[in-house]
């Protein structure tokens, strides 16, 4: 009998999101990838290849807090960041993750930065 780890069943919903989303270098794609310690994140324009702009939770502003409000803030500082690049909207990428908890907390944080999400 074959088991299916926790991680491989993540992989096989992010493949299944990504054949649905693309970003472009007007709306640009939100890939998320969530660890156990933080929350990093990145705008990227599929077409080009290009990674426009990107937050990790390892940053100075991020560090000490705690998850749901490192997440909140990390959506924030990408969206400024996104602002500065002259970025209005963007593709929200879950990575395979439930949108729920810091995931949900980080999208909520891009919209109120700024961004169309």
Not at 84 to 89: L, R, T, W
């Amino acid at each position: 009998m074959s088991t299916v780890t926790k991680e491989a069943r993540r992989l096989k919903r992010r493949c299944r999101v990504r054949a649905k989303v693309t970003g472009t270098a007007e709306r640009p794609r939100i890939p998320v990838f969530r660890s156990n310690r933080g929350i990093f994140a990145q705008l990227v324009d599929d077409e080009a290849g290009r990674t426009l702009a990107s937050v990790q939770w390892t940053e100075a502003d991020l560090r000490g807090l705690k998850s749901i409000e490192q997440a909140s803030k990390a959506g924030e500082l990408l969206a400024q960041r996104a602002k500065a690049a002259g970025i209005e909207s963007a593709v929200f990428d879950r990575g395979g993750y439930q949108y729920h908890g810091r995931v949900k907390a980080f999208a909520e944080g891009v919209r109120e930065g700024g961004i169309a999400v």
